[in-house]
């Protein structure tokens, strides 16, 4: 696991960059076959719809990311890997009526990135 920074786009009012902060090669932005590249430039512009909350910490937003190409983005609970399933993949069940495989995430704005919290800060719920 480790720690992910959302940018913006400026071409999409819903869209933005992945980027992951704890690697240690040049290549940080995630590609839209998952794999990691240098710059913005070659990174997959991903989406989001809302979730429902499922851990429910102060400021956490649940939401469900999207590649270009409609695909969800999912990790899988047994092995830990982030893959990217249709809509029908994401939404299996096991033998035990459990979804096999996890189709949203918490974001958490970083008080200390603009940028991030720009974005995010209109779904924040006031208290």
Known sequence: MGVWRIHAS???SNGFYLECV???TPARF????????VDREGAA???????????GGKNDIAIRIFSERGMVLCSEPTN????????READQV????????NDAWEVTPDI???????FLEKY???D
């Open 22 to 24: 704890e690697t240690s």
């Open 112 to 118: 200390d990135d603009v940028e991030v919290d720009m």
């Open 45 to 55: 512009l991903w989406t989001f719809e809302f979730a429902p909350a499922f851990r």
């Open 10 to 12: 400026q071409m999409h």
């Open 124 to 126: 924040l719920d006031e």
């Open 80 to 87: 830990r890997r982030v893959i990217l399933l249709s809509q």
């Open 94 to 101: 096991d033998t035990e009526g459990n979804f096999a495989f």
């Open 30 to 37: 995630v590609a839209d076959d998952l794999t990691l590249v």
